[in-house]
């Protein structure tokens, strides 16, 4: 069959508000040519709390799809036939247990589960150093993701039990070299645990299940270049330390969503040329073309894309796949010396951070190390675009441009349905109320047995699913079991190098703190389930090199803990960091316990992807300031920070 006959997957990566709201947006999707479903969940799904757990407060239906028990997921695939049907799932800490619902609404629908195709992502390393949706602490997660892989060799041999996720180390500031390093250092050490977990004549199929999942950035050059060393590095890797000798199971397998974090608020209609530019990278190279691909909306830094903007990335990978011809040809780039070079280079770089990785005892081990260099490069990245080393058309550049239409009007984004939450825990509580309780109690001890004595956590987990539990029992009991965890934040309280351009920030800094009587104290918080901290990173290193006291505890924090950071802290600002979508409740609940504490005068500022009426909302609440994507000059930001705090200025309002 000739590869024009048979593109890679056309996936768009879809969920919101509620079940049933998601599986007509699937069907829709299904209906206009998409080949196969990329499922979003809800942060609360994510995490392993039920949809009515204070933490889940605001964010229930945000940015994917909520999935609290079994009707939830009956719901989500209502006639979608799974048998038929090729499923990526972006679920992490609790793969095992949206597996196990996935496994059993296969049943009902009486498909022979063995047939069933798909992936979960279930790579909790890249958590740790980017995503944050991490449950437990690092090793008990490894001993999950790879009883999820010794499960679906046995049971479900089609299954692709771990998408190794490189996407947000690049959105989280990865250079091409740390994304391949990290990515590869994460493939070695599951391997390196499944390994004691399957037969040795089953293993080798296993390193040929293992598929990865990557970014492709603006530079398309090297991305390109980038998939080429990927390949390269994966082959070498699976044959030299692993001794897989069969081609086909060394065959470096990876489905992409191009580059998000380059989508722009200003002039987003440049974004359409943007994904098209990055998903040249994926497809151009044969040997190292995408099995599946899904593009984001071009407004997607405004909002919710809508249906429409959905079909219009979906049309781009149909013309591209079945108007031009691409697929007629072998790779492009054989034998061409500068594209050469550009791998050997990448690979160069690549080996030498695993060498690190490896002489830390590999990627557990390595954890905050790979945190920290992210931080690092992550700044890096963004002084490039502030100075205009690195040109950004709209946004350092060519700025003045006539208003786009296509963002005017009421509907030029989707907005979440308010009432989708309420819905949800309405749903939730019947479902409680209808189920054999002494079933669920049991299959729940089953769980937590299993996890204490070392048994594969997956048959529980079915169990547990077809008894009527809920996602926050599957994750209390492995909370119970295994333990909370914090992870690293990536930013140090000492200084960086990186202090050129700040002197005049650094006198102010200095002379309000001396008005002050103590040195300026700002607390940055990330209130709720978003666990997209890079801004929230960001923005406490730079007031770190600007001289400020900084307070930042990482992810995960209820108003009530950051109202309790402030008052231990002494803090003089506080600055919230909120991605996704939650910002107009969770910074309400907040504001009011900041006043009942007695910390009203303290000013709050706030940044995320806030719509401008959120932002009236949020400054009629008492925010002082509101940022978005468009705010990119971090020095600005700090100017308004000390202006708020300093006070001289002040006393001459």
């Known amino acids: 069959m000739p590869d024009r006959d048979r593109p890679w997957l056309f996936r768009t990566y879809a969920g919101h508000s509620t079940a049933r709201a998601s599986n007509?947006?699937?069907r829709s999707n299904l209906a206009k040519g998409q080949t196969g479903l990329s499922v979003a969940f809800d942060l609360p799904t994510q995490t392993g709390y039920d949809s009515d757990h204070v933490l889940a407060k605001g964010e229930v239906g945000k940015v994917g799809v909520p999935v609290a028990h079994l009707g939830d997921m009956r719901m989500l695939f209502d006639e979608i036939p799974l048998e038929q049907m090729n499923t990526s799932m972006t679920i992490n800490a609790t793969a095992p247990w949206l597996l196990a619902l996935y496994i059993a609404v296969a049943e009902e629908q009486g498909a022979d589960v063995s047939k069933l195709s798909g992936t979960v992502q279930n790579d909790l390393i890249k958590e740790y150093l980017s995503r944050g949706t991490y449950v437990c602490p690092p090793k008990p997660s490894m001993r999950m993701i790879t009883d999820v892989a010794a499960y679906t060799r046995e049971h479900l041999p089609k299954w692709n039990p771990m998408n190794i996720c490189s996407y947000h180390l690049q959105e989280a500031g990865a250079t091409p070299e740390e994304e391949l390093a990290f990515a590869l250092a994460t493939a070695t050490?599951?391997?390196?645990?499944?390994?004691?977990?399957?037969?040795?004549?089953?293993?080798?199929?296993?390193?040929?299940?293992?598929?990865?999942?990557?970014?492709?950035?603006?530079?398309?050059?090297?991305?390109?270049c980038k998939m080429r060393a990927f390949v390269e590095l994966w082959d070498e890797i699976t044959r030299e330390?692993?001794?897989?000798?069969?081609?086909?199971?060394?065959?470096?397998?990876?489905?992409v969503q191009v580059n998000s974090l380059g989508l722009t608020e200003q002039q987003p209609e440049n974004n359409v040329y943007r994904i098209l530019i990055e998903m040249l990278a994926v497809t151009l190279s044969k040997k190292a073309r995408a099995r599946a691909v899904q593009l984001p909306a071009w407004n997607e830094a405004l909002g919710l894309p809508r249906p429409w903007d959905q079909q219009w990335s979906l049309r781009m990978q149909q013309i591209m796949a079945y108007e031009t011809d691409l697929l007629e040809y072998d790779d492009l780039f054989d034998n061409n010396p500068a594209v050469e070079r550009k791998v050997a280079q990448l690979k160069e770089g690549a080996r030498a951070e695993l060498d690190q990785i490896d002489g830390m005892g590999g990627a557990i081990e390595a954890i905050e190390y790979m945190k920290s260099r992210l931080v690092e490069s992550n700044a890096e990245r963004i002084s490039r675009i502030e100075n205009a080393q690195t040109t950004v058309v709209g946004v350092n550049k060519w700025t003045e441009a006539a208003p786009?239409?296509?963002t005017s009007g009421p509907e030029a984004i989707m907005v979440a349905d308010p009432k989708a939450e309420a819905d949800q825990i309405d749903r939730l509580n019947a479902w409680r109320d209808r189920r054999d309780d002494a079933a669920v109690q049991a299959a729940l001890e089953e769980l937590r047995q299993a996890?204490?004595?070392?048994?594969?956590?997956?048959?529980?987990?079915?169990?547990?699913?077809?008894?009527?539990?809920?996602?926050?029992?599957?994750?209390?009991?492995?909370?119970?079991?295994?333990?909370?965890?914090?992870?690293?934040?990536?930013?140090?309280?000492?200084?960086?190098?990186?202090?050129?351009?700040?002197?005049?920030?650094?006198d102010r800094v200095a002379a309000v703190s001396s008005a002050l009587g103590e040195k300026m104290k700002f607390l940055v918080g990330k209130p709720g389930l978003d666990g997209h901290s890079n801004g929230a990173e960001q923005i406490a290193a730079?007031?770190?090199?600007?001289?400020?006291?900084?307070?930042?505890?990482?992810?995960?924090?209820?108003?009530?803990?950051?109202?309790?950071?402030?008052?231990e802290s002494g803090a003089h600002v506080v600055g919230l960091s909120i991605l996704s979508g939650s910002h107009v409740p969770l910074i309400e609940d907040l504001m009011t316990r900041m006043r009942d504490a007695g910390l009203g005068h303290i000013p709050v500022v706030a940044g995320g992807i806030i719509p401008e009426d959120?932002?009236?909302?949020?400054?009629?609440?008492?925010?002082?300031?509101?940022?978005?994507?468009?705010?990119?000059?971090?020095?600005?930001?700090m100017e308004d920070i000390v202006t708020l705090v300093d006070p001289r200025a002040k006393a001459a309002e």
């Open 404 to 406: 786009s239409p296509l």
């Open 542 to 567: 730079r007031a770190r090199d600007c001289g400020m006291d900084i307070t930042y505890d990482g992810i995960r924090l209820t108003p009530e803990e950051i109202v309790t950071s402030a008052l």
């Open 614 to 637: 959120d932002a009236d909302r949020l400054r009629a609440m008492g925010v002082a300031k509101v940022y978005t994507p468009k705010d990119f000059e971090l020095n600005v930001i």
């Open 241 to 255: 330390r692993y001794g897989v000798e069969d081609e086909k199971f060394r065959r470096f397998r990876y489905g």
């Open 24 to 26: 007509e947006l699937y």
């Open 451 to 506: 996890a204490k004595s070392g048994q594969n956590v997956m048959p529980a987990s079915i169990k547990a699913a077809k008894a009527g539990a809920t996602t926050g029992e599957w994750g209390d009991a492995v909370r119970a079991t295994f333990g909370q965890y914090r992870g690293p934040t990536g930013v140090s309280k000492n200084p960086s190098n990186r202090t050129e351009g700040l002197d005049d920030i650094r």
């Open 189 to 224: 050490a599951v391997l390196d645990d499944l390994k004691t977990k399957v037969p040795a004549e089953a293993f080798p199929q296993m390193v040929g299940r293992i598929s990865f999942f990557v970014n492709a950035g603006i530079r398309f050059v090297t991305e390109m």
